[in-house]
């Protein structure tokens, strides 16, 4: 028997050994991936493209090309319900990165590891709420009638609940809700960024005289970077679909708040009350380009999805 065929006889079995269960592994694979491909299938793409179907087309299901959008656009209620969203927008990504951050610094380099996790449950428990029962809690803080800080909201003129939500204050208050619910969890996630960076990498910024903050600003928080990030585009995402917090609170103050505050309300509206489908749906992609345009900025000025160089 030549070198050749003993090395063929000595490595058949182990590749036959071998091969199935990297085919295994991979049917297994695509057996997990496919329960997603499914559900991502039924109610993300195929929803999307119905409505840019709706879109571009008339109740009659006529192609229409962009009258819908122009149409919505000149609605007078279109501009003043992405005005409201774009300040919402502003205030809370500026309050979330900025809070969300801080706090995770300081809990991982100035409390001890025992204690810190108990601020991170406490800070998660409000994201454990379901979205009406946070607002309902919220409700009964609004109400100077019945809230514990009352004497907050009198101090600063308002005497009533109808005057707590009036116009000019609901950008702050929905902002105040959406990150008293949603940056519990943001804060657990940024803590996880940070406990991955090295300890070598700390210790040697001690050791070249760089203090806490100095190492935060300089280490820390360029290499959480992508985090931060990804955080804020799904914050943004999550914001451009504001509609639950408005409406309960236009029936909570008779009227008071418009029924069209975000363009949500203005696609559910239109949906809903005038029967125009077609218009909501130019609505919702409206939103969908804003977001993706949005996205498409943050990863292409980030590097979000570029592979570290070994």
Do not use: C
Request: no cysteine; aromatic share 14%.
């Amino acid at each position: 028997m030549t070198l050749l065929e003993t090395e063929r006889v000595a490595v058949s079995p182990l590749r036959r050994g071998i091969t199935p269960r990297r085919r295994g592994r991979g049917l297994a694979g695509y057996f997990f991936v496919a329960g997603y491909a499914l559900l991502l299938l039924a109610f993300g793409v195929f929803p999307t493209g119905y409505s840019f179907y709706l879109a571009l087309t008339n109740n009659q299901g006529q192609f229409t090309g962009f009258n819908q959008f122009m149409k919505v656009a000149q609605d007078y209620r279109f501009i003043p319900a992405f005005t409201h969203m774009l300040i919402y927008l502003v205030m809370w990504l500026v309050t979330l990165v900025v809070l969300v951050v801080l706090v995770a610094v300081v809990l991982r380099s100035r409390v001890r590891p025992g204690t810190s996790a108990l601020f991170r449950f406490l800070y998660y428990i409000p994201g454990a709420l379901a979205g009406v029962a946070s607002i309902l809690v919220w409700l009964f803080m609004l109400d100077p009638d019945v809230s514990p800080v009352s004497w907050m909201l009198k101090s600063m003129g308002m005497q009533t609940f109808a005057a707590v939500l009036a116009p000019g204050n609901l950008p702050l208050i929905l902002m105040l809700m959406a990150f008293w619910t949603g940056a519990g969890g943001w804060m657990v996630v940024m803590y996880g960024a940070l406990n991955n960076i090295p300890d070598e990498v700390l210790e040697a910024a001690r050791m070249d005289g760089a203090g806490p903050w100095r190492t935060a600003w300089h280490i820390q928080i360029p290499m959480i970077r992508q985090w931060i990030v990804y955080m804020t585009i799904m914050a943004f995402a999550t914001g451009t679909q504001l509609f639950v917090e408005p409406q309960l609170l236009q029936t909570a103050s008779l009227g008071r708040v418009s029924p069209t505050w975000s363009p949500n309300q203005l696609a559910y509206v239109f949906a809903f009350q005038q029967g125009d489908f077609n218009g909501a749906a130019a609505i919702s992609v409206f939103l969908l380009a804003l977001g993706l345009v949005a996205a498409g900025l943050l990863v292409a000025r980030s590097n979000l999805f570029k592979l570290d160089e070994k």
